[in-house]
């Protein structure tokens, strides 16, 4: 608000924003001006806005072939200056076998692009695997991001 205590017939400019890491959706809020004399009637209003899931892309940035793909670190960026937790999902198939294994982490996004460093288990895939990626939002669960990267089964003859 530009001014703490108003004279009649003054007026005032309120500036509403989101409190970081709010969940994506529709939030509503009443706002009530209280006045100094007791005599007054309390004055309100509603303000209401959306929270939108943030843009995010993935990328791995030492994505390296030695008989299997091996990778260190993914590389989580977001382009609209999104701040908070996300869910990140890791899960490694096998298509051959059916066996599956998963790493899953809270991560804190503070910057516009972070690294991270997925458990060794979901690090590496051979022929016939399969790592899928999946980004929800923390509190949601909303997908906010899939991929899957495939290594191929090889036949030799």
Do not use: C, W
Not at 72 to 89: A, K
């Amino acid at each position: 608000m530009t001014q703490a205590i108003l004279q009649s017939p003054q007026g005032a400019t309120f500036t509403v924003q989101p409190k970081p890491g709010l969940p994506v959706g529709m939030h509503t809020a009443t706002v009530t001006v209280f006045p100094l004399v007791a005599t007054d009637i309390p004055q309100s209003f509603n303000v209401s806005f959306t929270v939108y899931a943030p843009e995010i892309n993935i990328s791995i940035p030492d994505l390296d072939f030695d008989g299997m793909f091996n990778y260190n670190t993914l590389r989580l960026s977001t382009e609209d200056g999104f701040i908070g937790n996300v869910f990140v999902e890791i899960n490694k198939h096998n298509t051959l076998s059916g066996e599956s294994k998963s790493d899953e982490m809270i991560v804190n996004i503070n910057a516009s692009e972070i690294n991270i460093t997925p458990d060794l288990s979901v690090r590496t895939f051979d022929a016939g695997e399969y790592i899928e990626i999946l980004i929800y939002e923390n509190n949601t669960r909303q997908n906010l991001f899939a991929r899957q990267i495939v290594r191929p089964v090889l036949f030799e003859f």
